[in-house]
């Protein structure tokens, strides 16, 4: 699970900061659908793992006051929102 979710954590805290002062400015999180169910079995730690990187992402946007782009294939976009 450490290696799943911290360097997503490492990553958002690292270059957050220098995109969140940029007009039009993104930050892009790429997951998949594992974090919304157990695709197959032996998977959960995964699925647990996925779920807790998209809180994170429910966090960062709320501290950085950014929105989440829609988009699919599991892309979830962090846009300026100023």
Same mark, same amino acid.
């Given at each position: 699970?450490?290696?799943? !979710?911290?360097?997503?954590?490492? %990553?958002?805290?690292?270059? @957050?900061?220098? &995109?969140?002062?940029? +007009?039009?400015?993104?930050?892009?999180?790429?997951?998949?659908?594992?974090?919304?169910?157990?695709?197959?079995?032996?998977?959960? !730690?995964?699925?647990?793992?996925? %779920?807790?990187?998209?809180? @994170?992402?429910? &966090?960062?946007?709320? +501290?950085?006051?950014?929105?989440?782009?829609?988009?699919?294939?599991?892309?979830?976009?962090?846009?300026?929102?100023?």
């Amino acid at each position: 699970m450490h290696n799943l !979710l911290t360097p997503h954590f490492v %990553a958002a805290k690292t270059f @957050l900061p220098l &995109v969140a002062d940029r +007009e039009g400015s993104t930050y892009t999180f790429i997951t998949g659908v594992s974090g919304e169910r157990v695709i197959v079995p032996g998977s959960g !730690l995964l699925t647990v793992a996925i %779920a807790g990187l998209f809180s @994170l992402i429910k &966090v960062l946007q709320g +501290e950085w006051k950014v929105r989440i782009l829609p988009s699919s294939d599991g892309l979830i976009n962090f846009n300026n929102a100023k």
